[in-house]
């Protein structure tokens, strides 16, 4: 269950960020906040790894794992982007929900790409957090 709990620590820190993001955002341009909110991730992830002592591992990555990764750091660089610009732009109370539809799309995602087994109470929590974004945006 180590997982569940981190998954929800990872939900929690989410909403923080959210909030602070909004706070932090107001006199700055959304492109110059996302490079301040990377580079503060930056130290920070590499600072645990070396708290941890992983760094040697970078050795031992394979190429597909290196092309995968930077992949999704273009991702995470891009949806930031998106988010900051629209989180200034816009109410958090909207922008939020809509954001989180990456939930939905990531379950898509997964029974397409990664062929994890489609579940209908999936499917239904899916068609829910929809229609809950819907209800809440509009």
Not at 31 to 36: G, H, N, W
Not at 81 to 97: E, F, M, N
Request: net charge positive.
């Amino acid at each position: 269950m180590t997982w569940a709990v981190f998954a929800l620590l990872s939900a929690v820190f989410a909403a923080l960020t959210s909030i602070l993001a909004k706070i932090g955002i107001e006199s700055v341009d959304s492109t110059l906040a996302t490079a301040i909110r990377t580079a503060v991730v930056l130290v920070m992830a590499w600072g645990m790894v070396l708290l941890t002592g992983k760094a040697g591992g970078i050795s031992h990555i394979a190429a597909r794992s290196w092309v995968f990764l930077a992949l999704s750091g273009l991702a995470t660089g891009a949806s930031w982007l998106c988010y900051y610009y629209a989180l200034q732009q816009g109410p958090a109370s909207k922008v939020i929900p809509i954001d989180k539809l990456s939930v939905v799309i990531s379950l898509v995602l997964a029974f397409v790409v990664l062929h994890e087994k489609v579940e209908v109470k999936t499917v239904i929590g899916g068609a829910l957090i929809t229609l809950g974004t819907l209800v809440m945006v509009l």
